[in-house]
């Protein structure tokens, strides 16, 4: 899921079978749902917030996880990752998890002030403030999802709330799950930015983009099979078969 601006790349342009897109093409695949096939915004995140609770379920299913371990910290940020992530808290409250929610910087979009209100109307509680001692983290929760910055979305300002998150992510020794791209990561490049996290998960949204060559967790998945197939076809994506029914497939 992409904040920015689309890019003017044609996918024609790069028709040989890829598994992993660029910036620029996955700009391009965004804009040609929302623009072609008129697929909404918060339909968009919905979507994607459903599958990262899949996934997380795939990851740690919940009949193998002591009670301590189904508690799960959300951390998201204010752009359409955040967004994202705060749909999949209610989705992983649905399926039985323990999670809640920080929001290093709060947003005043419209869909983030919708999906927090379900959030709250449901239960999940939302932190104040995130611990600076690590411990203190690690011994509340399971597991983490980074849903701070996301595809997209600049390097964050040095000192900046997101950035002091990000910054007590990289140290923790529990479970970290980031959706689409680890924050901190150069979309195109990988994780040579000095606030990068290093995530043991990794869903990517549509299709794995170019920085994820370098993820070496235990579990990728692609949440893409809402993306018809004819846009698949025009973007030259060669990725797994989804099994039954499900919305997410390993790599």
């Known amino acids: 899921m992409s904040s920015s601006a689309p890019s003017d790349l044609s996918p024609a342009e790069g028709p040989e079978e890829r598994r992993f897109l660029s910036t620029a093409e996955a700009a391009a695949l965004e804009r040609e749902l929302l623009d072609e096939y008129r697929f909404g915004r918060q339909q968009l995140v919905e979507l994607c917030g459903h599958a990262s609770a899949v996934a997380v379920t795939k990851a740690f299913p919940l009949p193998s996880l002591s009670r301590k371990q189904r508690t799960v910290l959300v951390v998201c940020g204010p752009e ?28 005043a979009d ?30 509340a929760y399971g597991l983490v999802v980074d849903a701070v910055l996301g595809f997209g979305v600049r390097q964050v300002e040095a000192g900046g709330p997101c950035a002091r998150a990000l910054a007590t992510l990289k140290r923790l020794s529990i479970p970290l799950v980031s959706l689409d791209v680890p924050s901190g990561w150069d979309a195109e490049a990988g994780d040579d930015a000095k606030d990068a996290v290093q995530p043991e998960v990794l869903v990517s949204f549509a299709a794995p983009k170019s920085c994820s060559s370098r993820f070496s967790g235990r579990h990728h998945f692609v949440a893409g099979r809402f993306v018809p197939e004819d846009v698949r076809r025009k973007f030259g994506l060669h990725l797994p078969k989804y099994t039954g029914t499900d919305c997410v497939a390993p790599l």
């Open 80 to 107: 359409q990752n955040g967004a994202v992530g705060l749909a999949c808290a209610r989705h992983l409250r649905v399926f039985e998890y323990q999670p809640s929610i920080f929001c290093p910087a709060r947003s």
């Open 110 to 139: 419209a869909l983030h002030r919708d999906l927090t209100t379900q959030c709250e109307k449901m239960d999940i509680p939302f932190l104040s403030f995130l611990p600076a001692e690590v411990r203190l983290i690690d011994d």
